[in-house]
Nanobody, 122 residues
C-alpha cells in the first residue's frame, strides 16, 4: 500500500521561498528512496531532488544550493524547501517513492507518485 499526498504549492514572486510537504504511507519497503519530481505542461517529468534510505540527498543541477529535501520517517513526511525561486521553477510538483533504498533523481527509479501540487513563480 502506497499513498502520497502533497501540499504547500502556490503562487509566489521570483526570489521568494516556498516549502512543499508530502504525507507518505509506504508499506512496500522500509525507508524507500523518495523524491520530488516536477512537470511543466508539454514537457516530460523531471527529477528535482531525491533522498535515499540512508538520508543522502541528490539534486538537479538547476536547484543545487537553492532547494533542500528532507525526510522524517517518524512522522512519515517528505519536505522540499525551495528558495530564490525563478519562473522556470514553475510546474506541478510530485512526491514520489521508489521500491528501492537508492534511486537518485532519475524519474524511472520511481514507482509511485501523488496527485501533485502546483507551484507558480512570476
Amino acid at each position: 500500500h502506497v499513498q502520497l499526498v502533497e501540499s504547500g504549492g502556490g503562487s509566489v514572486l521570483a526570489g521568494e521561498s516556498l516549502t512543499l510537504a508530502c504525507a507518505t504511507v509506504v508499506e512496500t519497503i522500509r525507508r524507500p528512496c523518495m523524491a520530488w519530481l516536477r512537470q511543466v505542461s508539454g514537457r516530460e517529468r523531471e527529477g528535482v531532488a531525491a533522498i535515499d534510505g540512508d538520508g543522502r540527498s541528490t539534486y538537479a543541477d538547476s536547484v543545487k544550493g537553492l532547494f533542500t529535501i528532507t525526510r522524517d520517517d517518524t512522522k512519515n513526511t517528505l519536505t522540499l524547501q525551495m528558495t530564490s525561486l525563478k519562473p522556470e521553477d514553475s510546474g506541478m510538483y510530485y512526491c514520489a517513492a521508489s521500491l528501492n533504498w537508492y534511486g537518485g533523481i532519475s524519474v524511472a527509479a520511481y514507482n509511485y507518485w501523488g496527485q501533485g501540487t502546483q507551484v507558480t513563480v512570476s
